[in-house]
C-alpha cells in the first residue's frame, strides 16, 4: 500500500480511504469479512458520516469491529464527518458534541481519529466550532480535525478561531471532474474549465499542508454514474484500457493511479462495498504513471490545454 504523510501530523496514513457509505446494508459477518480484505491489504484508513445509511453504515461497522478480537481498534484509522441535518446544515457547538457521541457510540469505541466537518454551514459561528472542537479534543473523543467540501476563505474563517490545525479538506476528484486542476491550466482563458469555482483549493492545500481527500474518484460530472466503461467517455476509457494493459491492471487501477499521481499527494476515497474493486483500487498505490500518460488521461476526458 502507497503511504502518504497526513497533513501536518507527520502520521503516515495509507493513500487509499475506505470509504464506508455504501456499507449499511451488508451483514455483521459481510462487514468482517469486508475489514479482513481491506486490512490484508494496508487499508487500515476508514471514512465514515453520520448520515451515512442513517448512522446504519456505522452501526453495522462497530458491532463487526466488537465482535472480531482480531481486529484491534488501535490498529484502525477511524474518521467520521457531521454538520448535515435534514433540511439544513449545522455546526453548532450543540449538535457537532452531539454529533460525535453518536458517532462513538455507534461505532463502539472511546474516540475518533479525526472529525471532519462535512459540509460549508452558511450560519457557521466559527466560535461555536472552536469550543466544541476544544471540548472534544481536551476529553480525548477526538484527535485531530479537518473539513469537508470547503473553500479556502472558510478555512480561513474557522483558523482565526479554531486552535486545533485542520489537517484534511474532503474534495469531489475525478479525471472528468478536475476543474480545481483546469482552472490552474487554463489561466486568462475564457473557456468553461478557467473558471476558478473553488478559490484554489488545491494550491491552497499544499501551500498549508492540508491532504486532499478525493470523493466520488470514478464520478461522471453532475451525477450521471461511473466513467468506466460508460459509452459518453470513449476515448478516455480506450486510454484507460491500453494503459491497463501496459501495466496489466484493470481501468480501475489507472484511474486511481491518475489521482495518486499528483504531486499534491491525495488520498483516494475507494467508496466501494466491493471486496475485488476495493483490490483493484488499493492496487493503484503500485503503477507510476508519467507525465505524459497522465496528460493522455487528462485530455481523454475532454479537458483542454492552452
Known amino acids: 500500500m502507497k503511504e502518504i504523510v497526513l497533513g501536518t501530523t507527520g502520521k503516515k496514513v495509507p493513500a487509499v480511504v475506505v470509504g464506508c457509505m455504501r456499507l449499511a446494508g451488508k451483514s455483521c459477518i459481510e462487514m468482517q469479512r469486508f475489514l479482513h480484505t481491506a486490512l490484508e491489504h494496508g487499508a487500515f484508513f476508514f471514512d465514515h458520516a453520520d448520515i451515512y445509511g442513517s448512522g446504519q453504515s456505522e452501526a453495522i461497522f462497530g458491532e463487526a469491529m466488537a ?15 457531521c454538520g448535515i441535518r435534514k433540511g439544513f446544515y449545522d455546526f453548532s457547538k450543540e449538535h457537532i458534541i452531539a454529533s460525535v457521541d453518536g458517532i462513538l457510540n455507534r461505532l463502539q469505541t472511546d474516540y475518533l481519529d479525526v472529525l471532519l466537518l462535512h459540509r460549508p454551514d452558511a450560519l457557521v459561528e466559527p466560535e461555536e466550532v472552536a469550543e466544541a472542537f476544544e471540548e472534544l479534543f481536551q476529553k480525548g473523543k477526538v484527535r485531530y480535525f479537518g473539513v469537508s467540501n470547503h473553500k479556502p476563505m472558510q478555512i480561513e474563517l474557522l483558523k482565526r478561531y479554531v486552535e486545533q490545525p485542520l489537517i484534511i479538506n474532503q474534495l469531489q476528484f475525478s479525471i472528468p471532474v478536475s476543474n480545481m486542476v483546469a482552472s490552474g491550466l487554463e489561466v486568462n482563458m475564457t473557456s468553461d474549465g478557467a473558471a476558478d469555482r473553488d478559490g484554489s483549493v488545491l494550491d491552497y492545500s499544499r501551500l498549508h499542508d492540508m ?13 450521471q454514474g461511473c466513467f468506466i466503461d460508460s459509452g459518453k467517455y470513449p476515448a478516455l476509457n480506450k486510454e484507460l484500457g491500453l494503459l491497463g494493459e501496459k501495466y496489466r491492471v484493470s481501468p480501475t487501477t489507472i484511474a486511481a493511479a491518475w489521482i495518486m499521481r499528483h504531486p499534491a499527494e491525495m488520498q483516494v476515497i475507494a467508496g466501494t462495498a466491493n471486496e475485488e474493486r476495493l483490490v483493484e483500487i488499493i492496487a493503484a498505490g503500485k503503477i507510476s504513471l508519467s507525465r505524459e500518460e497522465w496528460y493522455r488521461l487528462y485530455l481523454a476526458a475532454g479537458h483542454i490545454l492552452p
Do not use: C, G
Not at 478480537?69 to 464527518?81: D, P, T, V, Y
Open 211 to 223: 491532504t486532499i481527500q478525493t470523493w466520488s474518484p470514478f464520478q461522471m460530472p453532475n451525477w
Open 67 to 81: 465482535k472480531d478480537s482480531s481486529i484491534k481498534r488501535e490498529e484502525l484509522f477511524l474518521q467520521s464527518k
